[in-house]
């Protein structure tokens, strides 16, 4: 596609239920990013895949985050057992993947945990 | 680490007036800035970066900033502001190459421009 694509645009759950949260980045983009908007917090990184190297998942905030990276490509954030605090926007960017590479930002999924 | 400070949460200007963003940042390594604007419900778009070279740099609509490594600052400007620049500013810088590209990001300026 033209840009990356996230989907859905909207997620709300319940406390204590999983989400998925997919992200299409553009074609040819070797390095992709998962970043977090709050209130509270600003805008925050989550995890970087590049390639085939292991991905820096130095930003997750606790062991209920995950995100896994398919063919290179399309990638998929998963919150389990969601917590009130949870609720943000999850915004995914991509990149070429040279060191400095302009990242280009989705719209983001705004997720509400209830 | 680096990091990011930008001065000012909200900033309200006159139509046709002077656009100033202030953005103030710590690095322990040669930086690599970034303007993005988030217009409501939208993802972030780039602005301007600076990598290396030439220390002013200009974006797109108008917007152009300046590196000052003395002062640490990379604020952005616009001699003119227009009712479409209403949007939210952040300032961001990259993270060493031994760390990829991932951004650390300053808290926002929100920009309102009244009529």
């Known amino acids: 596609g033209a840009g990356v694509s996230q989907s859905p645009s909207n997620k709300v759950t319940e406390k204590g239920k999983d989400v998925e949260l997919r992200c299409d980045p553009i074609?040819?983009?070797?390095?992709l990013y998962w970043y977090r908007q709050s209130l509270g917090q600003g805008l925050e990184f989550l995890i970087y895949?590049?390639?085939?190297?292991?991905?820096?998942k130095s930003g997750l905030p606790s062991d209920r985050f995950s995100a896994e990276r398919t063919g290179g490509s399309v990638s998929t954030l998963t919150i389990q057992r969601t917590q009130q605090e949870d609720s943000a926007v999850y915004l995914c960017?991509?990149?070429?993947?040279?060191?400095?590479?302009?990242?280009?930002f989705g719209a983001g999924t705004r997720l509400s945990v209830l | 680490a680096q990091s990011v400070t930008q001065l000012g949460s909200h900033v309200s200007v006159s139509e046709g007036a002077l656009v100033l963003l202030r953005c103030n940042y710590s690095?322990?390594?040669?930086?690599?800035l970034f303007w993005y604007v988030q217009y409501p419900n939208q993802g972030l778009q780039l602005l301007l970066k600076?990598?290396?070279?030439?220390?002013l740099v200009k974006g797109i609509n108008g917007f152009e900033a300046e590196f000052k490594k003395s002062e640490t600052s990379f604020h952005l400007t616009k001699p003119s502001a227009h009712m479409s620049d209403a949007a939210e500013y952040f300032c961001a810088v990259s993270e060493g190459e031994t760390s990829g590209s991932r951004l650390t990001f300053g808290e926002g300026t929100q920009l309102t421009v009244n009529p």
């Open positions: 600076y990598t290396t070279g030439a220390t």
């Open positions: 895949f590049q390639g085939n190297s292991a991905p820096d």
């Open positions: 960017a991509s990149s070429l993947g040279s060191p400095h590479g302009i990242q280009y």
């Open positions: 074609s040819g983009h070797t390095a």
């Open positions: 690095s322990s390594v040669p930086p690599y």
